[in-house]
């Protein structure tokens, strides 16, 4: 369960400075090189959303993303602190125990990540990971050493900040959008596919979403490569709503219960008569 969770919405907990990023030099750019320009369309500074993670029948764990809403810069450039983090609840940590954080400094006007930071702690296991993203190089940094990345290579937080400001209005069913992922020295390939809309009764209401089907990298977790389904709000902001997926063993759902500082108006919340 908690591995399907780190492709999705990591959960995140323990406190990561950023002293370690002292031995790191910033070059972001080589001569000559020009950030591409995403408009963000879809989040602000001080955007938090709440969710709750059910495995089985049972409330598991408990996941925020969160945009600080201080000013930000890495490099002389603006950016975005966003944070993906959580625990599992009490009642679930003698299972398993589990306390994580994401972070992603994210470049105002390209959308892509500068830095990146990981902490996770599950029972007994322990794991840091920083990189600092050379994208006019086509590398990172981490603390494995240098790492060649496709362009414009997304870490997990900052992954699904980008992936919110694509625009989908006009998508079709079986349209598909590749991304990469890094994750734990490894560069991820993947993508997902819409797959229609549908308005679903939520935590937070009645909402018209947009289905999407992401490609899953397959292990002992996930059943196959397409046994994910993610509801975002048919609106600006495409906020996740729900995510549903099977697993080898049981099966998650994690559900949107808490939003606040959106950037627009929620439109696809249906009002109550």
């Known amino acids: 369960m908690i591995k399907s969770l780190k492709l999705i919405f990591p959960l995140v907990l323990c406190v990561f400075t950023t002293s370690a990023f002292r031995s790191f030099s910033l070059e972001n750019q080589v001569e000559g090189f020009k950030f591409r320009t995403v408009k963000n369309t879809a989040f602000k500074e001080g955007e938090k959303l709440t969710f709750r993670v059910h495995y089985g029948f049972i409330n598991a764990a408990k996941v925020t993303m969160n945009v600080d809403g201080s000013k930000s810069t890495v490099n002389k450039r603006k950016v975005y602190k966003t944070t993906v983090d959580g625990r599992t609840f009490k009642s679930f940590d003698w299972a398993f125990k589990v306390r994580d954080k994401f972070e992603s400094w994210v470049d105002a006007n390209s959308l892509a990540p500068l830095r990146y930071a990981k902490s996770v702690r599950e029972d007994d296991y322990t794991d840091k990971d920083y990189a600092i993203f050379m994208h006019g190089n086509k590398k990172l940094k981490n603390t494995e050493g240098i790492l060649s990345i496709p362009s414009y290579t997304q ?119």
């Open 155 to 273: 870490d997990i937080a900052s992954a699904l900040y980008y992936a919110r400001n694509l625009d989908l209005q006009h998508a079709k069913k079986g349209d598909s959008y590749p991304i990469n992922i890094y994750l734990d020295n490894t560069i991820y390939k993947l993508s997902f596919k819409v797959t229609g809309k549908e308005t679903i009764r939520s935590d937070v209401g009645k909402v018209r979403c947009i289905k999407l089907q992401p490609k899953l990298v397959v292990d002992r977790v996930f059943k196959g490569d397409d046994d994910m389904t993610i509801w975002i709000s048919d609106d600006a902001n495409k906020i996740p709503i729900r995510i549903k997926s099977a697993l080898k063993v049981g099966s998650i759902k994690v559900d949107l219960t808490k939003y606040s500082g959106l950037k627009n108006n929620f439109s696809s919340m249906i009002k109550k008569k």
